[in-house]
């Protein structure tokens, strides 16, 4: 396995975490054939693409559909405590999640963990339900609800960070809700590689995303240009802020609380 194909988001804890495997930094770890997609794509890859990458970012959440070919790397993915996604919106409301009664709320893929943690949480705050789920890429999320094209807008990443600057009002903090409810740290987003591969091959990889987070953390800077060239649009500071909340001690390694 000299050449691995991978694939994962331009967001910064990815390209922060894979920086130094990607660039060759990584002693003994495989090269890499890197392509960036966005998660919503890659879940589909390993729900539909037997030929698809051998390693993948995906969702928490589609792990039932995947696992019997697809094996978890134990490290190099986004799990953790205050980082969940958020539900937002351009008034304030109620406050409640009777604000979302029969309203067209959008997502950022059917089957990521912020779709999953939505509608646990709708189940019990929005009598009725809502009306319409509409699936958009996540950058497009904040400029609909913004410009008034869905009702409501379930967001990830950065967008924690940036709403305010879109207008618009932070309904619910799935993240809060799934920890309230189950003490346990937020599953978004994990590593996984063919279990064809093999066992030697699967724990070959395994420590070299754990070696690439190492690295990452040992030479902050090195990374930088790599993680800037990705998220072009992205300020400086959100990007830091980004590293800082999902690149933790679940990504070097999910342990026993993972």
Not at 68 to 93: H, K, M, W
Not at 178 to 188: K, Q, V
Not at 233 to 238: F, G, I, K, T
């Amino acid at each position: 396995m000299d050449v691995t194909r991978i694939a994962y988001s331009p967001c910064p804890n990815d390209t922060f975490v894979f920086h130094a495997w990607a660039h060759g930094l990584v002693p003994d770890a495989p090269r890499l054939d890197v392509t960036f997609a966005d998660i919503d794509v890659t879940n589909g890859i390993a729900e539909r693409d037997d030929d698809g990458p051998d390693v993948l970012k995906v969702s928490y959440a589609v792990l039932p559909w995947i696992m019997d070919r697809y094996a978890l790397l134990p490290c190099g993915g986004a799990l953790g405590r205050g980082c969940g996604p958020l539900v937002l919106t351009r008034e304030p409301g109620t406050g409640t999640g009777a604000d979302l009664a029969g309203r067209t709320v959008a997502v950022p893929g059917e089957r990521s963990t912020a779709y999953l943690l939505f509608r646990l949480w709708a189940a019990q705050a929005v009598p009725g339900g809502v009306g319409r789920v509409v699936v958009m890429p996540f950058h497009e999320i904040m400029p609909a609800v913004r410009d008034g094209r869905v009702d409501a807008g379930l967001v990830i990443h950065e967008a924690r960070f940036t709403y305010g600057q879109y207008g618009l009002t932070c309904l619910a903090d799935m993240g809060a809700y799934w920890e309230a409810e189950t003490g346990l740290p937020i599953p978004l987003g994990a590593i996984v590689a063919k279990r064809s591969l093999g066992a030697a091959a699967l724990r070959r990889l395994a420590d070299a995303a754990r070696a690439s987070v190492r690295a990452a953390w040992a030479d902050p800077a090195s990374s930088r240009d790599y993680v800037r060239a990705h998220a072009q649009e992205m300020d400086p500071e959100v990007a830091a802020r980004h590293i800082d909340l999902y690149v933790n001690a679940f990504t070097e390694d999910l342990g026993d609380e993972g």
